[in-house]
């Protein structure tokens, strides 16, 4: 089994709508992170969290918020989702040790 | 703040040729480094890192690369591509010690294969 699962996989929704896309992670790690991918722009952090009382922003977190329901699970809310939060999201986890971060296979979401 | 460059958005090279992927950062003291490979429809794969010692560093499917402090690079390099290879590569940089908030990353490098 992977280590770190995203759901859903994919998922098509229309403007206004509210998403939550879901992280859980069997590789006992602190940290989790979640981070959005755009053609030609890399991954951009969105928001991260060091352990379930300590929630960060990144440099793109307006317009998400995050819950970090146990160390394993760290979901990511879009309230009322925009056609440019089309992108493609990754999960990490890392132990805090050594920065190594560790992904999910992504999400890709369509906002229409 | 951490930054790095991937001069390259795109490389082609033949089957059976070697590569190299440039990757230079913009940090205050030495970084821990990283390469990530994302095949298709993938999610990200660490390829290799490096964080202190030998500035040479061996990492999966045959991959390498080299830090090197003056020139503020951290090179990937594969001595012969195989079609399987075709993919994005990125490179990130975290601060040492484990404290950072995530990775900084490049923007890629995508690498096409030609037979």
């Known amino acids: 089994d992977a280590d770190v699962t995203q759901t859903p996989r994919n998922r098509i929704t229309k403007t206004g709508k509210r998403i939550m896309l879901e992280c859980s992670q069997t590789?006992?790690?602190?940290?989790m992170y979640w981070y959005r991918q755009d053609p030609g722009l890399g991954l951009q952090l969105i928001y991260y969290?060091?352990?379930?009382?300590?929630?960060n922003k990144g440099e793109i977190s307006d317009g998400y918020s995050v819950s970090r329901q146990a160390q394993a699970k760290f979901s990511l809310s879009l309230e009322s989702a925009i056609p440019n939060q089309t992108a493609l999201y990754f999960c990490?986890?890392?132990?805090?040790?050594?920065?190594?971060?560790?992904f999910g296979p992504g999400t890709r979401l369509t906002v229409l | 703040a951490q930054s790095v460059t991937q001069p390259d958005i795109h490389i082609t090279v033949s089957e059976g040729a070697s590569l190299e992927l440039r990757c230079n950062y913009s940090?205050?003291?030495?970084?821990?480094l990283f390469w990530y490979v994302q095949s298709p429809g993938q999610g990200l794969q660490l390829l290799l890192k490096?964080?202190?010692?030998?500035?040479l560093v061996q990492g999966i499917k045959g991959f390498e690369a080299e830090f090197k402090r003056s020139q503020s690079s951290f090179n990937l390099r594969k001595p012969s591509v195989h079609w399987s290879d075709a993919a994005e590569y990125f490179c990130?940089?975290?601060?040492?010690?484990?404290?950072?908030?995530?990775?900084?990353f490049g923007k890629g490098t995508h690498l096409i294969i030609q037979p």
């Open positions: 990490a986890t890392s132990d805090g040790t050594s920065d190594t971060q560790y």
């Open positions: 590789k006992g790690h602190d940290r």
């Open positions: 969290s060091f352990d379930v009382k300590d929630i």
């Open positions: 940090y205050g003291a030495t970084p821990y």
């Open positions: 490096y964080f202190s010692g030998d500035t």
């Open positions: 990130a940089v975290g601060s040492p010690g484990g404290g950072a908030d995530g990775l900084t």
